[in-house]
């Protein structure tokens, strides 16, 4: 029984102490070999590999893929017109180089990501600097972009290289800071109003000539037309005074019944008229007597 349980810790034993010697390097990194402390092998092909056991050897991991920095401050930077201005970036960029990257930056991404960042929000500072914020909106932002790249560059290539590479250098927002943004809204919209304030009044003077225009119109087209109507009437009535004329001139007597006749109609054409007169005497009544000598006679 000692015996079987001392093959089986010597069995555990060999397997710490093969799996503390194997280790396998993903092909998304770097497998940096360090012995007593020091970096003793850059392994940069994937697969399973064989060290001496710790404390004489140690492994340790660095990202070999293409990473990305996305700018994490809002702090303005002043344009060549010394306006503030907020912009947003972001910069692809890779470790190439592990032992130079482990020597001069540090042992992990975040190390390069902190120090390139400063490294790249200076260089924008300097080339916003001499820019306008028209040439940052313009086709121009694009050499502004380049010129920070190869700024960025030569700081990281520079007396202690930094073992990484800078793929490319975007700028994806511009913007003012904003106080002056609000103050750019308020003046947009008081232009707006403004604008909108001169239609309205432009509107309502063409609105105002067009109706006394309509009402001219309309009072020239009544006046003609009661000028017509006047004409046709007056044609009309001078037409019927030529006809009663020539009727009344062929026989007095029944002109002057049909005079009566519309002397009696006009005189008595409520039902509350009333009249005190002598029929008798009256030559107003003198139809509705019935004289022989005043009745019309027929030719």
């Not at 340790?60 to 990473?67: F, Q």
């Not at 201005?85 to 180089?97: H, L």
């Not at 600097?129 to 290539?157: F, I, P």
């Amino acid at each position: 029984m000692n015996r079987l349980g001392l093959i089986f810790s010597t069995f555990l034993v060999a397997l710490a102490l093969a799996s503390s010697m194997l280790f396998v390097v993903d092909q998304r990194q770097f497998g940096i070999l360090y012995a007593l402390g020091q970096i003793k092998e850059v392994i940069t092909e994937p697969g399973l590999n064989f060290k001496l056991p710790p404390p004489f050897q140690n492994v340790s991991y660095i990202d070999k893929r293409l990473l990305t920095l996305d700018s994490t401050d809002n702090e303005p930077m002043l344009t060549a017109e010394k306006q503030r201005v907020v912009i947003d970036w972001y910069v692809r960029w890779r470790i190439s180089e592990p032992t130079q990257y482990i020597r001069n930056v540090g042992t992990n991404e975040s190390a390069g990501a902190s120090q390139l960042n400063r490294v790249v929000r200076n260089a924008f500072q300097e080339e916003i600097n001499k820019r306008t914020v028209k040439e940052l909106l313009s086709a121009k932002r694009e050499a502004l972009m380049e010129d920070v790249k190869r700024e960025v560059l030569d700081q990281v290539r520079g007396a202690k290289p930094w073992g990484v590479d800078v793929i490319d250098v975007r700028i994806t927002r511009v913007d003012y800071v904003d106080a002056i943004t609000e103050s750019v809204y308020r003046r947009m919209e008081a232009e707006r109003k403004r604008v909108a304030n001169e239609l309205r009044s432009t509107g309502a003077a063409e609105g105002e000539k067009i109706r006394a225009d309509a009402d001219r119109q309309r009072e020239i087209t009544v006046a003609n037309a009661y000028r017509d109507a006047q004409k046709i009437k007056g044609e009309g009535d001078g037409a019927a005074a030529g006809i009663y004329a020539e009727s009344f001139g062929r026989d007095p007597q029944f002109a002057q019944f049909y005079r009566s006749l519309d002397a009696y109609k006009a005189s008595f054409n409520k039902k509350s008229d009333v009249m005190v007169l002598d029929p008798a005497s009256s030559e107003f009544f003198k139809v509705l007597r019935g004289n022989a000598a005043s009745a019309p006679t027929k030719k």
